[in-house]
């Protein structure tokens, strides 16, 4: 089996609910997103047509693409409105300790990027 993963340390003391912050982690970028508290990573590449979705607009779970209009939930990925298909790549997001971040007074997550695919 080919998996590992690749974990990012975060510092999101300045992502304010509704926000949004890229990073970079295993040749990937990844936006993560502060939904009402909760922190959720998804690929920063909307699906229609491979635009970055940091610049679209994030209003609670859903996120719009700014070129033709595609929503993302990332709570999950799931596509809301076309005219996007496939859904988005999500990845795992905990405290520094591994625990649920909500639940955190840290001001730090971290982001897990499994690398490869299991065979
Ligand atoms: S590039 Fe995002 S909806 Fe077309």
Same mark, same amino acid.
């Given at each position: 089996m080919l998996d590992a993963a690749e974990d990012r340390i975060v510092d999101? $003391?300045? &992502?304010? #609910?509704?926000g949004m912050q890229v990073v970079e982690a295993a040749g990937l970028k990844i936006l993560i997103c502060n939904v009402e508290g909760r922190y959720y990573a998804v690929e920063d &590449?909307? %699906?229609? +047509? +491979?635009? #970055?979705? $940091? %610049?679209g607009h994030l209003e609670g779970c859903v996120l719009e693409c700014p070129v033709h209009g595609a929503r993302f939930d990332v709570t999950d990925g799931s596509v809301v409105r076309r005219p996007a298909l496939r859904p988005l790549s999500t990845f795992s997001v905990s405290d520094? %300790?591994? $625990?649920? #971040? @909500?639940? $955190?007074?840290? @001001?730090k997550v971290r982001i897990r990027v499994h690398l490869g695919v299991p065979v």
């Open positions: 999101v $003391s300045d &992502l304010e #609910p509704g &590449l909307c %699906t229609h +047509a +491979a635009f #970055p979705l $940091s %610049t520094e %300790t591994g $625990s649920d #971040p @909500s639940n $955190s007074e840290g @001001s």
